[in-house]
């Protein structure tokens, strides 16, 4: 564990509990239970967990048709898993829920299971849930229903990289923008008309303020819908390709370093990112407008949810668009901001993130 950015641990001077954290090759999801673990202070271990390619056998396996199992993973690529068995797993994503699961079933119980997000199997399988409104998980003892997902994005770790990176930016004229540029989300696909779009509308945000653009792409990203948004772009910009393990990625200098932030909207970690910064916020919608148009397979989603009373296997990611423009944190990207301007300063998520390291820590201390 590097704890030079995280919080330092504030609770009595006892042995910590064993922690192991499962990482996936979802980033997003990584940097959710990161945060947590560097939140918490405590001394972990990660386990990275590498998922079968097989999807007949994960269909089965989230469907839980063949019960508390690893054939979902990839054992021989994942980290060894056995015993002694840690006090507390954090995990997040489907393939890592049922992971976490027969950790707790091979302790005996003993194993406390923290869960980020939306888990698909029963909801009484862990001791905490951590969630958000874009999921529609009940109110109950064991669910911790925060704000924003949780994120790794402090005032230190902002100033390291804000040192780090200005002297290599200097060369472009401000105002920044920066622009966070995610993916394929569901039903949402960024293509390429949509990466032309996004990349005319930044240009032309630019050329108004008269400054510079710094942009990043994410793991989910296509290439040929950011090579388009490139094609846009006629003024001076930094450009970052995202790639996996790279050692300068300068995602938190943009954050750091922005003047204000564009942000694709399917992205709600990102949107917790950048929100955190207090800075302009601007939302680009891949829909065009047509956000509030309901389409055929989600009327027919939410039918069957009422139907059956299972609101939680649904997502909406409005929710969060809406609570950070209902909070004047964040505006869609070519619209007016709001008539009231006031910009609420960004308290709820780090008090999300410490209140759920606080309900986490109430599992050891009763």
């Not at 001791?127 to 529609?136: A, C, E, K, R, V």
């Not at 370093?257 to 302009?280: C, H, N, W």
Request: charged fraction near 20%; glycine fraction near 8%.
């Amino acid at each position: 564990m590097t704890a030079s950015d995280a919080a330092p641990h504030s609770g009595p001077d006892l042995a910590y509990p064993g922690t192991w954290l499962l990482t996936s090759h979802k980033i997003g999801d990584n940097n959710q239970v990161l945060a947590l673990a560097e939140t918490l202070g405590w001394p972990y271990e990660t386990k990275t967990i590498v998922r079968v390619e097989n999807r007949l056998t994960s269909k089965l396996i989230y469907k839980q048709l063949l019960g508390v199992t690893l054939a979902g993973i990839d054992r021989l690529c994942s980290s060894q898993l056995e015993p002694p068995w840690p006090d507390l797993v954090i995990s997040a994503s489907r393939a890592n829920e049922m992971v976490a699961r027969w950790i707790g079933k091979m302790s005996g119980g003993h194993t406390r299971l923290v869960h980020i997000g939306r888990p698909k199997g029963p909801l009484n399988a862990f001791d905490l849930i951590i969630t958000t409104p874009q999921y529609f998980l009940p109110e109950r003892n064991n669910i911790l229903n925060n704000e924003l997902p949780l994120h790794r994005v402090t005032p230190r770790r902002l100033q390291k990289f804000a040192t780090k990176w200005q002297p290599r930016l200097s060369h472009l004229k401000r105002p920044y923008t920066a622009v966070l540029v995610g993916g394929d989300a569901g039903k949402l696909v960024l293509t390429r008309e949509t990466g032309c779009r996004l990349g005319q509308r930044v240009n032309d945000l630019s050329l108004a303020s008269g400054g510079s653009v710094l942009v990043t792409t994410s793991a989910r990203t296509p290439p040929a819908a950011f090579n388009e948004l490139l094609r846009q772009l006629t003024v001076p910009a930094h450009i970052y390709r995202w790639s996996d393990g790279a050692d300068d990625n300068p995602f938190y200098a943009y954050l750091a370093l922005a003047d204000q932030l564009v942000v694709t909207a399917e992205s709600t970690s990102m949107l917790a990112e950048a929100s955190a910064t207090g800075k302009p916020l601007l939302m680009f919608d891949f829909s065009d407008g047509q956000r509030n148009r309901p389409s055929a397979w989600k009327g027919l989603g939410t039918w069957i949810a009422k139907r059956f009373k299972a609101p939680r296997l649904q997502r909406n990611i409005g929710n969060i668009q809406q609570l950070l423009i209902s909070r004047g944190r964040a505006s869609w990207l070519g619209e007016p901001p709001p008539a009231d301007n006031r910009i609420e300063a960004p308290k709820t998520i780090p008090c999300d993130l410490q209140r759920a390291a606080a309900r986490v820590r109430q599992l050891f201390n009763g």
